[in-house]
């Protein structure tokens, strides 16, 4: 390509680019993963985990809200497999319908898996204990305020505190899964993988749904949202490990919505002289010029190979790269050169001599790709 001929283009903004067209060589390539790997290491150095998230399950407890139902079993110390008193309400006051038990005995001893509901306030009503108020407390802290109150009545009140419902605190999966929903917090923690695994999972690519329909948008892992109140952290599922910390395994809170994302952000359109020209989503992130090739099932027999282009950042600041795919050890090359969503793959009839001829081409194809694309979603 002759590079002397070039002229300046006006991007999306207005403002005159100058063109940046690079051949696309095994030094480029080499000097592109070196780039990103240092990248990557900077950001390993300098990251910093998001407020408020944390991976660690080893103090988690879950803390009793409005709404969660308890079952409270207290023993009688001289025969420990019946119930001493078991009876419940949904009442923090006796005033309000029932009235303050006595100490049941031996023959009016209720059943043991009687329910007891916290209302709104965060209270329970135990019979002759009266109300107690459990609102941010853990089973074992309501059992020792419990088995505190009822050793002023009883000598070595054998008391056991457990969680019969969890109502009161959930969050939310959306996105491309198979069974967006929403799961209760409970005393197991939750964490993101979880949650996804919970809501069927993510769409594959080219899963079938229906017998008749194949999705046209897939799950795009390495991009999937945790939103606490104002904060949006990403989390790579693909990579739970990433190199710059940034992709864990958080537990997640009361409240937290789980978003995650379909793949048509991270397009690449194939167009020109292919046989199916048309926009290709990415999988998890990732596509080779010759998988993108591959995609639109390779070139016309009357494309010329040698002229093959890349455009990426189309629009604003483009860069155009260039490779003479006539070569059979070009085809190593587009293996190993990573496209970026965006990019736009363009393969030519012949040369074109400057970067205004380039986009002028491109254009009017790019934008009937991308509308057939928007109507078939």
């Known amino acids: 390509m002759d590079t002397h001929r070039l002229t300046p283009a006006v991007n999306a903004d207005n403002q005159i680019v100058k063109s940046n067209i690079v051949r696309i060589t095994a ?78 005995s031996a023959e009016n001893r209720s059943g043991p898996n009687s329910p007891f509901f916290v209302n709104s306030r965060g209270n329970i009503y135990y019979p002759y204990l009266g109300s107690i108020h459990v609102l941010g407390k853990t089973a074992s802290e309501i059992r020792k305020i419990i088995t505190r ?94 190199i710059d910390g940034s992709s864990n395994n958080w537990v997640l809170k009361n409240g937290d919505v789980v978003y995650v994302p379909n793949n048509n952000a991270s397009r690449i359109f194939v167009l020109g002289a292919v046989n199916s020209p048309n926009p290709y989503n990415m999988i998890d992130g990732r596509m080779t010029l010759r998988e993108a090739l591959g995609n639109a099932k390779g070139m016309t027999i009357t494309s010329n190979p040698k ?32 496209l970026k969503p965006g990019d736009v793959v363009y393969v030519s009839l012949s040369a074109l001599s400057n970067f205004n001829e380039i986009i002028n081409e491109v254009t009017p194809m790019l934008l009937s790709a991308a509308a057939i694309k928007s109507f078939t979603n």
Request: aromatic share 8%.
């Open 27 to 104: 030094s480029l390539i080499l000097y592109q993963n070196t780039l990103a790997m240092q990248k990557a290491e900077f950001a390993k150095t300098h990251y910093h985990p998001p407020a408020g998230f944390t991976t660690s399950t080893r103090y988690y407890a879950y803390q009793v809200q409005p709404q969660d139902v308890l079952q409270i079993k207290v023993w009688n110390q001289s025969d420990t497999d019946t119930v001493l008193f078991s009876d419940a309400t949904t009442e923090d006051d006796p005033s309000e319908g029932r009235k303050t038990s006595e100490i049941p």
């Open 149 to 242: 109150k009822m050793s002023h009545h009883f000598a070595n009140p054998q008391v056991t505190v457990s969680i019969l419902s969890f109502n009161s605190q959930q969050i939310a999966v959306t996105g491309a899964v198979l069974k967006p929903t929403t799961i209760p917090i409970t005393n197991v923690p939750l964490t993101i993988l979880t949650a996804v695994t919970d809501a069927g999972g993510p769409i594959r690519c080219g899963a079938v749904t229906s017998l008749s329909n194949i999705e046209t948008f897939c799950a795009d892992l390495h991009e999937v949202e945790i939103k606490r109140n104002n904060q949006v952290v990403k989390v790579n599922l693909n990579r739970l490990t990433a």
């Open 307 to 338: 002229y093959t282009y890349v455009i990426r950042d189309y629009g604003h600041n483009p860069a155009v790269f260039v490779l003479d795919l006539s070569s059979p050890d070009a085809l190593n090359l587009a293996g190993e050169f990573s």
